[in-house]
């Protein structure tokens, strides 16, 4: 991928001439397809895993519902940076970047020895989710010229339904089948599946321009990552006490209104 930049590219991402070649168009949509079936995939398997996982690494019920809360908590919270960051850096280096974040956090859940080592991957994982998620959509638009586009997005959001609806299925028969440590496969696929993706977009994408004024709330990024952490804390951490009032809920409803106050 050659190292293009423009001094200022739109905040919203825009077809750009030069970003892919016409013929390399399809490869990016497999690109994007991957990328986003990766990312939610991993976020709806991980419910069917949970038993076996925490069999597995003798995890406590609480420990377990971290497995999903760690990945969802920092994905939902720094989707909107995620976007950002494909306007300051480029949007194919931002996409790229994710996968290979996503993919080193899956490596680290497919080998994970115990809860605590899980659920630091699985929030690692989250933040590559982040980059990766809005990119696949994204990219797209920057491949794909406006009378292509319909198609391209119609495309893409079938196929990341199928690949969404079939993920389970395929997932459930491996865990069924496959015995207790079955489990780890579901994170080890990503490894393949992102290197082909990281591979189609350093091979197929050309210029890649950025947006040098881009402003990167990352202060806010972490209040909403302190305040979503608190706010499922408080839920997960209370279901083992016996009302609103108890310590683990206040605390943890408080630290999640304190965001807003700062904001």
């Known amino acids: 991928m050659t190292d293009v930049q423009a001094s ?5 991402p825009v077809f750009v001439e030069g970003f892919c070649r016409p013929e390399a168009r399809k490869y ?9 079936a990766m990312g939610f995939i991993d976020g709806f398997i991980i419910s069917l895993a949970l038993p076996a996982m925490r069999q597995s690494l003798d995890a406590t019920l609480i420990e377990a519902q971290w497995f999903h809360n760690a990945y969802m908590l920092t994905l939902s919270a720094l989707i909107l940076v995620g976007g950002a960051v494909g306007d300051r850096f480029g949007l194919a280096r931002a996409f790229s970047a994710g996968i290979a974040a996503f993919v080193a956090a899956s490596l680290l859940c497919a080998i994970a020895p115990d809860p605590t080592f899980m659920i630091a991957a699985r929030a690692l994982q989250g933040v590559g989710a982040a980059l990766m998620i809005p990119g ?9 010229p406006r009378e292509e ?11 990341s339904s199928v690949t969404t609806a079939l993920g389970p299925v395929v997932g459930g028969l491996a865990l069924t089948l496959g015995g207790p440590e079955a489990w780890r496969w579901v994170f080890a696929i990503n490894l393949p599946l ?16 950025v947006r040098g004024g881009a402003r990167l709330d990352w202060p806010g990024a972490l209040l909403a990552t302190l305040g979503l952490f608190a706010l499922a804390w408080g839920a ?11 310590r683990p809920v206040a605390i943890g409803s408080a630290g999640a209104d304190l965001p807003f106050h700062l904001g």
């Open 236 to 246: 997960d951490d209370g279901r083992s006490w016996r009302g609103l009032g108890h």
């Open 136 to 144: 696949s959509l994204a990219i797209i638009t920057r491949a794909y």
């Open 28 to 36: 990016v949509l497999i690109a994007a397809i991957l990328a986003s």
């Open 8 to 12: 200022q590219a739109p905040a919203a």
């Open 149 to 159: 586009r319909g198609w391209a997005i119609g495309f893409w959001a079938a196929a």
């Open 194 to 209: 992102g290197a082909v993706t990281i591979w189609i977009i350093w091979a197929k994408v050309g210029a890649d321009p």
